[in-house]
């Protein structure tokens, strides 16, 4: 089972709210309205509707504008650096549905559904920044683990470490690792991390390393969780929920790894 924070603020103040880990995460800022039918309003859904197209062509990531002066519209679509380019296309396509749907006249808005992709447009530049737009989304799977957490988080910590490494390494055009880790010769541990590749190398890692701090704050000692801000994805479980580009050659571990998205059945005494 999935525990959904609505943001780390309500860590802090213990108020969980259950709710499914594939729910959109979308925000609408308020601070700027624009009005239906407004030039704003028309370049907003111009830019929104070539998002799919173009971020499934490109690679997964796409920027660009519209407009001149007041009414100029940015925006952004990145997927997840394993979907395809037909998941990475249905994605964005129907984010941008959401995000036109449940911020019907607001100059900026961001969704990153958790997974697979991530769509954010706004009325200012963004491209290459690192993002705050207040605390960021997480949750935890519910399952606590059972073995000893000094020798597990020794473990965690250095694939953490090694996979923020990794991701903020990565290129203009990608920055995303995946990699695992042996638990125990039965358990292994698999993380995922991504940032938006506009974003620098030493921002991608402060981004990620900030989201890693975050879990470990809110989460610590659970099996699995996940941290996300509108500039980078951090999740890591005790099963393969992301696809590889080269199949493992280890054995299959102990829990059958479930569809992608759901909820997994929780491990007894690992
Ligand atoms: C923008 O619109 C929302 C409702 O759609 C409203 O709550 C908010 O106060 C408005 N903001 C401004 C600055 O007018
Ligand atoms: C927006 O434009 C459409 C088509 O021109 C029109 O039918 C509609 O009444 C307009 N809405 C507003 C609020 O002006
Ligand atoms: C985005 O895709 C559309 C449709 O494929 C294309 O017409 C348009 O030129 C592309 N936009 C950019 C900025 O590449
Ligand atoms: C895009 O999403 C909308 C709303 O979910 C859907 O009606 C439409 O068929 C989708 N388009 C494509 C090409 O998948
Ligand atoms: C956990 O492992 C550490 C390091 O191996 C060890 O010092 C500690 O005693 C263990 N704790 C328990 C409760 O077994
Ligand atoms: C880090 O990424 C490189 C490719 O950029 C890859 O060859 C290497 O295996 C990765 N290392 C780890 C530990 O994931
Ligand atoms: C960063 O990436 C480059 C090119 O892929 C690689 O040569 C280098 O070893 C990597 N550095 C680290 C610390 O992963």
Redesign the pocket.
Known sequence: MWVKLTNISSILSHLLISISLVEAFIRCYDTDNFTINSTYGKNRDLILA?LP??VSAKGGFFT?NVGQNADKVYALGMCRGDSSPDDCYKCVNSTIHDLVANCPNQKEAVSWEGQPCHVHYADRSFYGTLEELGNPEAGYNTGDIKSNLTEFDTVWESLMDTVVRNASNGSSTLKYATEEADFTVFQKIYALMQCTPDLSHKDCDSCLRQSVSNYESCCHGKQGGYVTRPSCYFRWDLYPFYITATPSLSPPSLSPPPSPGSPRPVIKGM
């Open positions: 070539s197209p173009n660009a």
